[in-house]
DNA sequence: AATTAAGTTCCAAATAATGGAACAATGATA
DNA sequence: TATCATTGTTCCATTATTTGGAACTTAATT
């Protein structure tokens, strides 16, 4: 009965407050802004209660209703997303490193940690003329057709890493994104015992990437950092040279965290 | 019984949802990330319900629990966030009317929007080097301080802008920061009739503005734009100057939403 | 080892959410 | 303009969740 945009079965213990995300969700991944009768057709439910759920979060600002009766995201969420990212720990550690490794290769530099099956992107360090940045960091990408996902993966414990890939859906978003686990559990292994890991143009095409896994010690963050361009101009052969400086840039971002967050992580 | 940080009685309507929003913003405002026991005489509620609020917010990504018991801001408000700002429409139509008008004056420019009491950026053109913009954008500014702040209390009906100023909370961000509802709303009648207004170093010392009010005709979006820069090189003379271009990008900016949007709004 | 503090679980009582239907407003069509 | 269809809002008895107190477990401190 409690079902999600994909048909798949969900049960979460979170009571009324999953609920209210389930119409978050619907509201933010939209095209467009929703009409309320959209809202009803896709979220299954009575007229009367889907109608004070989204006032409730109307008027927390986590939604918006515009005059012509169309719901779109809140920009409260603009707010606590700003401070959640101004004083994450991570990201602060990492920072001074990634635009290290941006100034020696010249090429665009992420940092992304692992959150359920999505990357989020923490940092965005580009080289010559920096472009919208925000349109970048936030975003969700998948972990199965990215370097930084991949190398994240490889962080994972077997029984975790099986039970993820097991519930991912593998959408070909090019030739070469992987379409099945075996391949992509094949590929992870690899990526474990070397520790690093490409993106031959498997989320977007013309992009590659080499990417370094990179952890704080509570795992609270498994992610990675990246580096990433155009593959006319990253060849594989380019891209395994710098397999080197993304894992030294990694293990510094690893040991700045030792030092500032103690040893006990 | 029901509080928040300052003091001030909250009386909402949004059931479970207001008290959950309640603990996010404790958790999203703190300095740092926050120990079970410190939200506990925050929040002042019984232990048994606190634990399970936080816990069904943890489950959701709302909030994240570190390895010492810390509460921190999830990183999935990012994801929201960035969906929220990718598609926001008065945003995406101002885009090129602020591009220009840093252009043509060299400075910083701001694109923010009223919501509650607070200024919330959308968007930030600067000039020579570009810094960092996330750390910007999405930050919630005090209306009482801020040049697009002041100019969006302009457009509020009497009515509507004299209960605002009244809940306002007078803090002297330098000297000379309005401290008192009289003298702001003195100014504000002030910008109402001319159409701009000015920060003269009242939010941060040395910086200063001119901005013009935006809005959507369904009163969506009530904000404005601004130029700033440091007050040594932003005479008041020039400021003055500025205050016919910021005018022309922000009347530029209204007719692309009526255009975009229909005429009816 | 004893003591204090921190975090987690449990359950009857209080409270809020639900869902169905009736009602109101809007807009399309004849 | 009158009619019908669609969309959005309000109401209230029923149902389900949240609440708050206490008991319990675990971790840290003396």
Redesign the interface.
């Known amino acids: 009965m409690n079902s999600n945009g994909d048909g798949t079965a969900r049960a979460?213990?979170?009571?009324?407050?999953?609920k209210?995300?389930v119409l978050?969700d619907l509201v933010?991944?939209a095209?467009?802004p929703l009409r309320f009768t959209d809202i009803l057709a896709l979220a299954g439910q009575p007229r009367g209660t889907l109608h004070r759920q989204l006032s409730?979060?109307v008027?927390?600002?986590l939604i918006?209703l515009?005059?012509?009766g169309r719901y779109?995201?809140?920009?409260?969420?603009?707010?606590?997303?700003?401070?959640?990212?101004?004083?994450?720990e991570f990201r602060l550690i990492a920072e001074p490193h990634l635009a290290d490794l941006q100034r020696a290769t010249g090429e665009t530099v992420h940092l992304g940690?692992l959150?359920?099956q999505?990357i989020?992107y923490?940092d965005k360090v580009e080289g010559r003329q920096?472009v919208?940045?925000?349109?970048q960091?936030?975003?969700?990408s998948p972990c199965y057709c990215t370097g930084v996902g991949k190398a994240a993966l490889s962080l994972l414990p077997a029984e975790s890493l099986v039970d993820l890939v097991a519930s991912l859906s593998f959408t070909s978003f090019t030739a070469s994104t992987h379409g099945s686990a075996e391949t992509l559990l094949a590929e992870i292994r690899e990526i474990a015992d070397q520790g690093y890991a490409f993106d031959r143009e498997e989320h977007e095409a013309g992009i590659c990437c080499v990417a370094a896994p990179v952890w704080?010690?509570?795992?609270?963050f498994m992610g990675g950092i990246s580096i990433t361009g155009p593959a006319y101009r990253l060849s594989m052969e380019l891209l395994h040279q710098w397999a080197v400086p993304v894992q030294l840039a990694a293990g510094r971002i690893m040991e700045g965290m030792r030092v500032r967050l103690g040893p006990r992580?």
């Open positions: 979460r213990e979170t009571g009324t407050l999953g209210l995300m978050l933010t991944h095209d467009a409730h979060m008027e927390e600002g918006e515009d005059g012509d779109a995201p809140g920009l409260r969420l603009l707010d606590f997303a700003a401070r959640s990212w101004a004083r994450n940690v959150r359920g999505s989020i923490l920096p919208r940045m925000y349109s960091i936030g975003n969700a704080s010690e509570d795992r609270t992580r």
